[in-house]
T-cell receptor
Framework: GEDVEQSLFLSVREGDSSVINCTYT??????LYWYKQEPGAGLQLLTY???NMDMKQDQRLTVLLNKKDKHLSLRIADTQTGDSAIYFC????????????WGAGTKLIIKP | NAGVTQTPKFRVLKTGQSMTLLCAQD?????MYWYRQDPGMGLRLIHY???????AKGEVPDGYNVSRLKKQNFLLGLESAAPSQTSVYFC?????????????FGSGTRLTVV
């Protein structure tokens, strides 16, 4: 079945760009998502990319998809303290009754 | 808009006790899901429902039961709680075919079994 992997932690300085990476095994994912979870809160959809796209930009967020390498990344420009959270990537897999397959999440730590 | 509401937000149970977690959504979504979140493991699907009156097992269904008697509500039951069920539980809902909107999540229930 699908497997989604992420690094558990990323530390960046305030004002720098953050790049959170995700690799997946199942190329049948139709949509790939990035969710943000702030402490004590639920998961909030940040952005998504359709599987036939290479890139999507939304204000400070840039999503890159490399289908050949099965690699997804989320770039946050000008990282702020409010970006401190856990970021999850997830793929919507057609063969699994359209269920989401989740990575373990990357905790983004912002250094002053 | 309330979206997805989970009750309770926190609960402490003794081993062997039972309880029901309630998830309510006001978006008329067909699909509903129960996940558990444990450190370093991401989200794992417990059970899900693709419509009123239907339920199906997810990745980690053992020790849990669910019911979807009304479209807007999805209940998760623990018949005999075990310490291994200490976790944060999230409910989510979505409308089939709306891939761009992803899932809508509740704010979670933190359950501790002692």
């Amino acid at each position: 079945g699908e497997d989604v992997e992420q690094s558990l932690f990323l530390s960046v300085r305030e004002g720098d760009s953050s790049v959170i990476n995700c690799t997946y095994t199942d190329s049948s994912s139709t949509y790939l998502y990035w969710y943000k979870q702030e402490p004590g809160a639920g998961l909030q959809l940040l952005t998504y990319i359709f599987s036939n796209m290479d890139m999507k930009q939304d204000q400070r967020l840039t999503v890159l998809l490399n289908k050949k390498d099965k690699h997804l990344s989320l770039r946050i420009a000008d990282t702020q303290t409010g970006d401190s959270a856990i970021y999850f990537c997830a793929g919507l897999v057609m063969d699994s009754n359209y269920q989401l397959i989740w990575g373990a999440g990357t905790k983004l730590i912002i250094k002053p | 808009n309330a979206g997805v509401t989970q009750t309770p937000k926190f609960r402490v149970l003794k081993t062997g006790q039972s309880m029901t977690l309630l998830c309510a959504q006001d978006m008329n979504h067909e699909y509903m899901y129960w996940y558990r979140q444990d450190p370093g493991m991401g989200l794992r699907l417990i059970h899900y429902s693709v419509g009123e009156g239907t339920t199906a097992k997810g990745e980690v269904p053992d020790g849990y039961n669910v019911s979807r008697l009304k479209k807007q509500n999805f209940l998760l039951g623990l018949e005999s709680a075990a310490p291994s069920q200490t976790s944060v539980y999230f409910c989510a809902s979505r409308e089939p075919g709306q891939g761009t909107s992803g899932y809508t999540f509740g704010s979670g229930t933190r359950l501790t079994v002692v």
